[in-house]
């Protein structure tokens, strides 16, 4: 049976028990990245952030299913429907098709996804394939009189709620409301500056290039339905709990609810996850901003992408978190600190099954208590240190991975696998690889190479990592 599950829901703006529609099953939703670049490592931490939720979740006695959309069409660079198409100007400046480059920037979402330790959702959908979803709600949507027609486009009229702001204090929707004001452009056809577009036929971008005929005439769907829409078409009309970063609450999320719910003409979704940003010196992270950090990046430049992730949990999702190389630098060492400490234990010996269910409650607990992550390593650390066999040891650790995705156990028989290599291959190893750093220092790449192919064909990889070169037998 699902134990007890509680987080900061904001939609009441306190910590809530999670009561899901099915017992014993959540259903999840998650806005996916808009294709128009690379997934900086700010996008990466929200994925990791409910990658911990979902596998929370399951170690709480969960099953659950996640669905991702893939937003490949309809996002402007503005949230509030102005400004360019994301996806056309990644187009344009790569001289690619709108298609091509979201084929490339999804499959290079997935990679660094995957890398970090998180796991493949169930479904993931993208936009583009769900027009007719579109289509449908909005002509409910005009039907029931919530939406309506103007200068071609087809726009949801807010003034039809009672409340709108669903997600802010008296205070935050006075200053939405001066903000709605003073920084969108003007669109005459809005009845209400609030109101926002669930189709467009008569766009500014006169060569879109993806359109598709519609009850309005030939067009293209706004960026807010398709959530709704994917998320009802495979998560039916209840959805448990909606996911995202903290910028999307306004406008997407506040468009999302009112859309969904004067579509069904009930309740949505009860319980609304968001995790805060991730800042470098500069501010908050940002796709736009032009160069970006990736988890491939950080990976060239010989960072483990699941140290990265290490630095993630170790703070609570709620918190913005302030990037820098040094601190990740530390995080390095803390994190090979503790695989060499996992790398000690030896495997033989009985598990003390009571010691481990005491363990296994307590992280389940913190995890369960608002997603405290940094606690849930906190308790790995007493683990490592509990008056127990190191049996029982090792599989707490491997119990706990299935939320944390550490991979403490593979990289520590990496280690250990180095420790029982013969010495004489081992003085081999190490002087190529002295040769090889010469090499490369002399700029003689050609050699380096060479070394490398030959260390390869004996059945050595290396890699060169900010630590220096590391190698593993393959
Ligand atoms: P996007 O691809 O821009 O639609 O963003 C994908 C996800 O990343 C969304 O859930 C955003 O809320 C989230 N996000 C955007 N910027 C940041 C950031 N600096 N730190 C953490 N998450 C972010
Ligand atoms: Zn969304």
Redesign the pocket.
């Known amino acids: 049976m699902a134990q007890d599950f509680s987080f900061y829901n904001s939609l009441t703006r306190k910590i809530d028990k999670l009561e899901t529609n099915e017992p014993g099953k959540v259903s999840i939703y998650t ?1 996916g ?2 294709v128009y670049h690379y ?1 900086h490592i ?2 990466i ?2 994925y990791i952030m409910q990658d911990a939720l979902v596998k929370s979740l399951e170690y709480a006695g969960y099953e659950v299913k996640r669905v991702m959309n893939i ?1 490949d069409v309809g996002h402007l660079s503005s949230d509030a429907d102005t400004g360019e198409d994301k996806m056309l100007a990644g187009a344009k400046r790569e001289h690619k098709s709108v298609m091509e480059i979201a084929k490339f920037y999804t499959d290079a979402f997935f990679k660094d996804f995957q890398a970090v330790g998180n796991k493949m959702p169930d479904v993931i959908e993208p936009a583009t394939n769900c027009i007719p979803e579109f289509i449908h709600m909005v002509e409910v949507l005009l039907e029931k009189g919530f939406a309506y027609q103007a200068g071609g486009n087809i726009y949801f009229d807010t003034s039809k709620l009672d409340d709108y702001y669903v997600f802010s204090s008296a205070l935050e929707k006075e200053q939405l409301e001066v903000g709605v004001r003073d920084d969108v452009e003007e669109d005459t056809n809005k009845k209400n500056k609030t109101d926002f577009v669930l189709w467009f036929t008569k766009s500014k971008f006169e060569d879109q290039a993806l359109k598709w005929d519609s009850p309005w005439g030939v067009g293209y769907p706004g960026w807010h339905i398709e959530c709704s829409c994917i998320s009802m078409k495979h998560l039916g009309e209840r959805l448990d709990i909606h996911c ?2 903290v ?2 609450m306004f406008p997407h999320h506040t468009n999302e609810i009112a859309q969904s719910e004067s579509y069904l003409g009930h309740k949505w979704c009860g319980y609304w996850f968001h995790s805060n ?2 800042n470098d010196r500069a501010g ?4 736009s901003k032009g160069a970006v950090l990736t988890v491939s990046l950080l990976k060239e430049k010989g960072y483990d992408p699941l140290v990265y992730r290490f630095f993630c949990l170790q703070s609570h999702y709620r918190k913005p978190l302030e990037f820098s190389f040094e601190v990740l630098d530390s995080t390095v060492a803390v994190y090979n600190k503790l695989v060499k400490r996992v790398a000690e234990f030896k495997e033989d010996g009985v598990v003390d099954e009571k010691v481990k269910e005491e363990f296994e409650a307590k992280f389940r607990e913190t995890l369960s208590n608002d997603l405290n992550t940094s606690m849930a390593i906190t308790i790995l650390y007493d683990a490592l240190k509990a008056d127990t066999n190191d049996a029982t040891k090792l599989a707490i650790v491997k119990s706990f991975d299935k939320v944390l995705s550490l991979d403490l156990i593979g990289h520590a028989a990496a280690l250990s696998e180095e420790a029982e290599v013969d010495p004489e291959l081992l003085k081999y190893i190490e002087e190529q690889i002295a040769k090889r750093t010469e090499a490369k220092k002399a700029k003689d790449f050609a050699t380096a190479d060479a070394i490398r192919e030959e260390l390869l064909s004996k059945g050595v990889e290396i890699k060169d990592t900010r630590e220096g070169v590391k190698w593993q037998l393959i």
């Open positions: 806005c990245p808009t997934a700010g996008n931490r929200t937003t995202g970063g910028d999307n940003h991730l908050k992270m940002s796709k």
